[in-house]
T-cell receptor
Framework: NAGVTQTPKFQVLKTGQSMTLQCAQD?????MSWYRQDPGMGLRLIHY???????DQGEVPNGYNVSRSTTEDFPLRLLSAAPSQTSVYFC?????????????FGDGTRLSIL | AQSVAQPEDQVNVAEGNPLTVKCTYS??????LFWYVQYPNRGLQFLLK??????LVKGSYGFEAEFNKSQTSFHLKKPSALVSDSALYFC?????????????FGTGTRLKVLA
């Protein structure tokens, strides 16, 4: 089992560019989420999904889009990159809404916006 | 509003001494509670969880956590710290009361175990 796989591991963008951070899981988990981790601020939820075709906003959704066309994949799109989006991005997955199971995390994408 | 607080940015402890990393929460209903550990350049790894029942929960690598409903706390403990325990620790709750079942994380506590 690969678990949660995030690509790329590192990326440098220029302000205004767009890109997609990929996330895939092979555990048939219904619940997937994207977080950003910034020093002193812990993990902040960007978007989450409770199943294919269903997404919702988290705490800091502005500037990001998501879609969930399959159970396995949950890509995060930066529409027009800004320096404030420089961060480490983590994707996570877990069993469904009522589950007491923990989230499984990928190893992150380190993104720098110049 | 739902929240998780980790009041200490950093905890220093000597190797072999007991350690405690504090966590308090504020959510509606009865939450599921979790502790995770993060090593440099890695994602978060699950340590232990509290669902219901015994207030003392045992987890990976000799860690345990004590749930206290009246104080809404879920402190992480270990009887004897190792240098290899040095890492960033996150407390999290899964909010069952609001209907969203989102996970809410604290800001993290950096544990430094001194040889």
């Amino acid at each position: 089992n690969a678990g949660v796989t995030q690509t790329p591991k590192f990326q440098v963008l220029k302000t205004g560019q767009s890109m997609t951070l990929q996330c895939a899981q092979d555990m048939n988990h219904e619940y997937m989420s994207w977080y950003r981790q910034d020093p002193g601020m812990g993990l902040r939820l960007i978007h989450y999904s409770v199943g294919a075709g269903i997404t919702d906003q988290g705490e800091v959704p502005n500037g990001y889009n998501v879609s969930r066309s399959t159970t396995e994949d949950f890509p995060l799109r930066l529409l027009s990159a800004a320096p404030s989006q420089t961060s480490v991005y983590f994707c996570a997955s877990s069993r469904g809404q009522g589950s007491n199971q923990p989230q499984h995390f990928g190893d992150g994408t380190r993104l720098s916006i110049l | 509003a739902q929240s998780v607080a980790q009041p200490e940015d950093q905890v220093n402890v000597a190797e072999g001494n007991p350690l405690t990393v504090k966590c308090t929460y504020s959510v509606s209903g009865n939450p599921y509670l979790f502790w995770y550990v993060q090593y440099p350049n890695r994602g978060l790894q699950f340590l232990l969880k509290y669902i219901t029942g015994d207030n003392l929960v045992k987890g990976s690598y000799g860690f345990e956590a004590e749930f206290n409903k009246s104080q809404t706390s879920f402190h992480l403990k270990k009887p004897s710290a190792l240098v290899s325990d040095s890492a960033l620790y996150f407390c999290a709750v899964r909010d069952r009361g609001s209907g969203t079942y989102k996970y809410i994380f604290g800001t993290g506590t950096r544990l430094k175990v001194l040889a």
